[in-house]
C-alpha cells in the first residue's frame, strides 16, 4: 500500500496512564520520531469504507492538508509536556502500530499507570474514544492526556498553548491553517485532523473479501467462520449478530468480560467513585480513571449505573496481532492467552459478567485457526512484522498458557453470584 494522498474528503485514540504517589516509575524510552509509518495514509486502500470515512470527518473541522502536516508536528513534540520528555507519539508509536508495546503505559516522570494504550489507526470510526469512552470526539480525547498530571502534565490547555505560541515554527503554521495565533481548540483541531488520516485497511483479509480466494489460508478460513459461529466473537465484535461485519470489528459498546474483578473491590470502588466525583466531571474522570484503582470500574465512571460496572469499549481488531499485549489493563500477552480466557468462560466471581461470557468448547486447533482469521487482519504495512509476532506469539503458546482451563472450556455455564452490598 502507498502512503499517499491523505484523507481530505470532506482520530483514540488511546490512553497514557499514570499513577498516584508513591507508585511505581520507569524510565520512557525517547519519544518516536515521526517517520515513513508516520504518513497520512491512502485512501484507495483495499477495504476502506468510503462512506464511513467521510462521514467521520466532522464539519467544523474540515481536512487540508496544512492542517493535517500542522498535527503531524503537533503529535511528535515533546514540548507538548510540561517537561518535554513525552509526545502523543511515546504511547502511539507508528512503528508499533501506533501503540508502545506495554501493558500499561509511562507518563511524565516515568509515572506507570493502569491502563493499555489502545492503537490510533482507525480511531476516527470511533463513536467514543478512551476504554471507558470519556470522550466522544477526537478534539475532546486529545486534550485530556495533555492536562493530566501523570501524562503530559500541563497545568492548563492553555499552558501548552504558550508553549507552542513561543515558537516561530508555530506561530507561522497557525496562522497559515487557522489565521490566528496558537491557542488550545485549534491545537486539538490539528492533532485531530491528523489522526483522522490514520486508516489502515488493506490486509489479507480483506483482499479475500474481495474475491482474492488464495488471500488467506485454510485455517484462517476456517477461523473466520468459528469468530461467526462457535467462537461468538460476533457477539461483541460485529455491529450485529445477523450481520457479518467486514470493516471495523466493533459494536462500538462497553461490555464486562471478566477483567480485573478479583484483583479489585470493584463494589467498594463504586461507592468510592460516587461518593468522590462529581457526575460529569470529565477531568475528575480523567484523572480517576488514570490516577488510581477507580480505574477498574470502566464505564460506570460515567454512566453510574451498576450495568456499565467493570465494562470497557470493545475494540476494533484490525491489526491485533501487533498491537498487543491485549485487553484495558494490557493482562494478556498472547492471542492464545485472549482465546483461553473466552474459551473457559471467564469471571466466576463477577456479578456483573456479560451475559454473552460463556464456555466455548473450543479445541486447540479451533483456538489456533481463530488466531489465524485474527493475523489476517493485519495491514500490509504491518505485513512482515505481524508474520515475526504470529511465530514469537505461538512459539510462547505452546509452553506458557496461564488462562488456559480445558475443564471449565468444556463444562457448564456457571452461575452469576449476586453482587456484594455494603
Known sequence: ??????????????????????????????????????????????????????????????????????????????????????????????????????????????????????????????????????????????????????????????????????????????????????NGPDLLRALASYERTLVSFDSRFDHFMAGEKNAIDESARRGWELFNARGRCNKCHALTERTRDVSFFTDHDFHNIGIGIIRHNVAALARQAEQLIKSGDTTAIDRAAIQTDMSALGRFLITRKEPDTAAFKTPGLRNVMVTGPYFHDGSQETLWDVSDHYNKGDGLQDPWLDEDIQPLALTEGDIDDLVAFLASLTSADYAEQGVKELARQRELSRTTRPQRDTARAFGPKPPRPEPRRP
Not at 499513577?19 to 511505581?24: E, M, N
Open 1 to 182: 500500500m502507498g502512503i499517499v494522498a491523505p484523507i481530505l474528503c470532506c482520530n483514540g485514540a488511546g490512553e497514557k496512564t499514570g499513577s498516584g504517589a508513591g507508585a511505581p516509575t520507569l524510565k520512557p524510552e525517547r519519544f518516536p520520531e515521526a517517520g515513513p509509518l508516520s504518513q497520512p495514509r491512502s485512501l484507495h486502500q483495499v477495504g476502506v469504507p468510503a462512506d464511513a470515512t467521510r462521514a467521520a470527518i466532522p464539519a467544523d473541522n474540515p481536512q487540508t492538508p496544512e492542517k493535517i502536516a500542522l498535527g503531524q508536528k503537533l503529535f511528535f513534540d515533546g514540548r507538548l509536556s510540561a517537561d518535554g520528555t513525552v509526545a502523543c507519539s511515546t504511547c502511539h508509536d507508528p512503528a508499533r502500530a501506533f501503540t508502545d508495546g506495554r501493558p500499561t503505559s509511562i507518563g511524565i516522570n516515568g509515572r506507570v499507570g493502569q491502563r493499555n494504550a489502545p492503537t490510533v489507526l482507525n480511531a476516527l470510526y470511533n463513536k467514543t474514544q478512551f476504554w471507558d469512552g470519556r470522550a466522544k470526539t477526537l478534539e475532546e480525547q486529545a486534550a485530556l492526556p495533555i492536562v493530566n498530571p501523570n501524562e503530559m502534565g500541563q497545568p492548563s490547555l492553555e499552558a501548552a498553548a504558550a508553549r507552542i505560541a513561543a515558537i516561530g515554527d508555530y506561530q507561522q503554521a497557525f496562522q497559515r491553517v487557522f489565521g490566528r495565533p496558537p
